[in-house]
């Protein structure tokens, strides 16, 4: 605590403030962040540690831009009647047992996101599942909640399934199949209790709704077959683009914009309505976020925490312990700030650690597992989440919407029993994480 600095400490106040107007509701939490964005950035200027060019550097633009492009191309295909579509024919297989349900959902957002990222995923399920709630007459909240917190789960998994995935990959030089076999199986561990918990916890509101499935397939078809083909080719292309990107050097951004570009020359949409359909208080409240986060990292309070932790590893015999602490310390930052920024602070302490004789490959594991797992906490640590609250916000119906404490009532849970899980795995099983 002596090494703490005015700046740190007036960082972390704006912080605690901004996420006290957030989680409190007592403005809208894009009008929140933005408040806390321009307060950041003005106290930062005076006193000297952050600046407005470092606040514009801090918005992760390829976070903003991909979600811009792919909720375009979901705009786009949601008139052709794909989701309709697909919404009947999910509900048959569940045959309309809202557990099977939330199951299956559950499963298809998991396997997804270790493919594509876990919140192009969300994007697409989350409209989904609030048709398939609609014609089922039954609530989406525990719906999209289960898709946004198990999408970062198996987002975990792979090396591409969540962006500080590819930033740890890339620095400890881990490839994908090498990624899989170290965080395939606890990711499953965690997978399977959560879902189990989640059953659990909604255990009141998974119950039959109104609607008998078997009555909803003659009038729900598609109804732009070849505008739905235009448009499921152009994202074919966003997903090989996406399995290749890290091959190529794009960044997801630039696949997402390329099946864009390609979509709008196929369809020639209006593009008024298709940039109206663009959540823009969403991409708002990132880009606050982002700046706000800017400013900690700024001040150095990021570092110091990451220097604590490692001054931990430099004895050999508790390397098993600094693993667990990283991994739980990770977890909570991540339900609090974001977990790129952390990401990006402790890979060079990391590397740093590397040049001193630490077998730094179990502390690569312990951070993986931690900011992937650390998102579930609240509504705003991880972007998947921020799209499932959106979309309930949209649906329209009022026992849909989620408030922030009503998603710690489950996203805590979730948040530390999937850690508890994972540290189980990483004690018995630390053999495994010390290779790379």
């Known amino acids: 605590m002596d090494n703490l600095t005015p700046e740190m400490w007036t960082s972390a ?94 499963l298809a957002v998991s396997v997804i996101s270790t493919i594509l990222d876990n919140v192009t995923t969300v994007i697409v399920f989350a409209p989904l599942t609030v048709l398939i709630c609609r014609l089922l007459k039954i609530n989406p909240m525990p719906y999209l909640m289960a898709e946004a917190m198990l999408s970062n789960i198996g987002g975990a998994a792979t090396l591409v399934g969540d962006p500080p995935n590819l930033m740890i990959g890339s620095a400890g030089d881990i490839s994908f199949n090498s990624f899989l076999v170290h965080m395939g199986l606890p990711v499953l561990v965690v997978w399977i209790g959560t879902v189990g918990l989640m059953l659990y916890l909604f255990r009141d509101q998974l119950t039959d709704g109104g609607k008998d499935p078997k009555t909803l397939v003659a009038t729900h078809a598609i109804k732009d077959a070849a505008g739905l083909k235009r448009i499921l080719f152009s994202l074919a292309i966003v997903v090989v683009l996406f399995f290749i990107h890290h091959t190529l050097h ?59 932790l490692a001054e931990l590893a430099t004895d050999p015999s508790k390397l098993l312990m600094t693993g667990l602490v990283l991994m739980w310390v990770a977890a909570i930052l991540s ?61 329209g119906m009022p026992e849909a919407k989620v408030t922030p404490l009503q998603w710690m009532r489950t996203g805590m849970p979730v948040m530390f029993f999937g850690l508890l899980l994972a540290s189980v795995f990483y004690l018995l099983f630390f053999e495994l994480f010390t290779t790379i």
């Open 250 to 308: 794009f960044l997801p951004a630039y696949a997402s914009f390329i099946g864009l570009t390609l979509a709008l020359l196929l369809m020639r949409p209006d593009m008024e309505k298709l940039f109206s359909s663009v959540n823009w208080s969403v991409l708002f409240f990132f880009a606050g976020l982002f700046m706000i986060v800017g400013g900690v990292e700024s001040s150095g309070l990021l570092e110091l925490l990451g220097h604590q």
């Open 335 to 395: 339900a609090v700030v974001d977990n790129i920024p952390f990401t990006v602070t402790m890979i060079p302490i990391i590397l740093g650690l590397e040049g001193s004789g630490v077998n730094i490959a179990p502390l690569w594991w312990a951070l993986a597992l931690g900011v992937g797992l650390g998102g579930n906490g609240t509504h705003i640590g991880a972007t998947a989440n921020i799209i499932a609250v959106s979309e309930l916000e949209k649906s």
């Open 13 to 106: 106040a704006v912080l605690v403030a901004a996420y006290g107007l957030i989680f409190s509701e007592v403005l809208h939490r894009t009008s929140a962040a933005i408040f806390g964005a321009v307060a950041m950035i003005g106290i930062g200027m005076w006193m000297g540690f952050y600046t407005q060019e470092a606040a514009i550097l801090a918005v992760d633009a390829n976070t903003i831009l991909l979600l811009a492009a792919m909720m375009m191309l979901v705009a786009l295909l949601r008139p052709t009647g794909a989701f309709d579509f697909a919404a009947v024919h999910i509900t048959h297989w569940a045959k309309g047992n809202p557990k099977l349900l939330l199951i299956y959902l559950s």
